[in-house]
């Protein structure tokens, strides 16, 4: 009867709290005035003389570290009122009904499938090109590189930071063959060059995927980190210099876009809208791509799921707990790492080639290691070995991005001259943080296992060793 009234003292009241939390916002505040003053406070710009001079951007810095300030403030003031034992405050934990779980991917599939048809009956076709290609076509270009290095990095516990050299080699194996081999030997071909050139492009990433297995069959961790990581900039260094090859900063262009089968979506009269007796319009090569790569994740999706239930998905798992313990129960750790990196370069490399067919046109600049390190942020937030969460992830962190871009209604309060284009990736760092801190193990930090002895249970993120999935 007296557990109730004693946790209540305990807890500190608002005024008592208050002392302290102005004490750290102040802290905070000082603390932002140092890091933005210089960054945000002060601005170069010419004038009519053409000279470089200094603009002093003070209302925008007091506004933020104003911003930092009452974040600090409540923050502490919530921590300050909870209960000295820790007993009358219960941690917040956001968990979805089981039913809303188990619907989530048929609904967002159904949606995914509606989505162009959607955006182009409420847009029209103009509008919709941006929409359909910005966030919905990008979007799903990551979603399958986040799958395919999924395979590597989730299922495998292989961490690798060049990914991007497979996506380079898928895009550059299509650019080249479509624009210089099929011309070269067999003209006709020209409209089938996607359809050629797709399956060509995974085989040839997943080649290399091999190549970088052998080097390092001995490295795991932080040495494995690294190699990968270099090898990434060799190849990106490799099409930058071998001009004849690649040509190097000036890219490839003018690469054919892929066709109906058969059916380029030109204005000729053997174009798709001649053939199916409709206006021309360069909206339905966009909702076709968009299908196409919605094909290509959801059989990146099959051919992962299908996989682990295999003994070499199996395998993938029990070196991702502990190579040790693999290797003493038999598995052929060599055959498992080079399957790993194979098949999740060959994806790569699928999505590279439908990268090259949609762009038109490659250059090395496409494939820097931060597009390696966005995938890896996409496979880590959304939660190791998560499809799902991957997903999610993917949605958020791309999808976000480009939404982040449509900041001009914030000229209207800081002024014309403010840049909002600037701040995104300020806006979307600090938004990362906060999620890895409300939830450090990715969206979906719960994976179930392929092999169980009486029924299947999920396994929890909190369970697992850190550093080990």
């Known amino acids: 009867m007296t557990a109730a009234p004693a946790a209540e003292a305990a807890r500190p009241s608002l005024a008592e709290a208050f002392p302290a939390a102005l004490k750290d916002a102040l802290f905070a505040g000082l603390i932002a005035l140092g890091v933005f003053g210089p960054l945000i406070g002060f601005k170069t710009a010419q004038d009519m003389q053409n000279r470089l001079i200094i603009e002093s951007r003070y209302g925008l810095l007091f506004a933020i570290v104003l911003a930092v300030a009452a974040g600090r403030l409540l923050i502490s003031l919530w921590l300050g009122t909870r209960s000295r034992d820790g007993a009358a405050a219960p941690k917040f934990k956001l968990s979805l009904p089981p039913v809303l779980t188990t619907a989530l991917p048929p609904a967002a599939l159904v949606a995914v499938l509606v989505y162009p048809l959607m955006i182009y009956s409420l847009v029209g076709g103009s509008g919709a090109l941006k929409w359909i290609d910005n966030f919905g076509i ?227 600049e496409s494939f820097t290691f931060m597009e390696s390190a966005v995938i890896l942020a996409i496979v880590v937030l959304g939660g190791m070995g998560s499809l799902v969460g991957t997903a999610i992830a993917a949605v958020v962190m791309i999808g976000g991005t480009e939404l982040l871009r449509e900041l001009d209604w914030m000229k209207a309060i800081f002024g014309r001259d403010f840049d909002p284009v600037q701040y995104r990736m300020l806006i979307f760092g600090l938004a990362m943080v906060v999620i890895m801190v409300w939830k450090p193990r990715g969206f979906v930090s719960t994976r179930m296992p392929t092999a169980f002895l009486k029924s299947r249970r999920a396994v929890s993120g909190d369970l697992v060793k850190e550093g080990h999935g």
Request: aromatic letters at 16%; hydrophobic letters at 55%; charged letters at 10%.
């Open 138 to 364: 990008q979007i799903l270009i990551y979603v399958m590189l986040a799958w395919g290095l999924n395979i590597v990095v989730g299922l495998a516990g292989l961490l690798d930071l060049g990914y991007v050299a497979f996506y380079a080699v898928g895009a550059y194996a299509y650019a080249l063959l479509a624009t210089q081999v099929i011309p070269a030997t067999f003209p006709s071909l020209g409209v089938w060059a996607f359809w050629i050139c797709l399956p060509l492009a995974g085989i040839l990433a997943a080649f290399w995927g091999v190549l970088l297995g052998f080097p390092v069959l001995r490295l795991r961790g932080d040495y494995l980190a690294i190699v990968t990581l270099a090898f990434g900039e060799i190849i990106r260094l490799v099409l930058i210099n071998w001009k004849e090859f690649s040509n190097g900063y000036e890219g490839i262009s003018s690469i054919p876009r892929p066709s109906f089968f058969g059916t380029p979506f030109t204005a000729a009269p053997t174009g798709f809208a001649a053939q199916w007796g409709l206006p021309f319009t360069p909206v339905y090569r966009t909702i076709f791509l968009f299908y196409l790569i919605v094909v290509l994740a959801l059989i990146t999706a099959w051919v992962t799921n299908r996989l682990r239930k295999l003994p070499v998905g199996r395998a993938w798992e029990a070196l991702r707990e502990d190579e040790i313990a693999c290797r003493s129960l038999g598995i052929n750790t060599v055959n498992t790492k080079l399957t790993a990196f194979a098949i999740g370069a060959m994806f790569g490399g699928f999505a590279g080639s439908f990268f090259a067919a949609r762009q038109g046109f490659i250059s090395p």
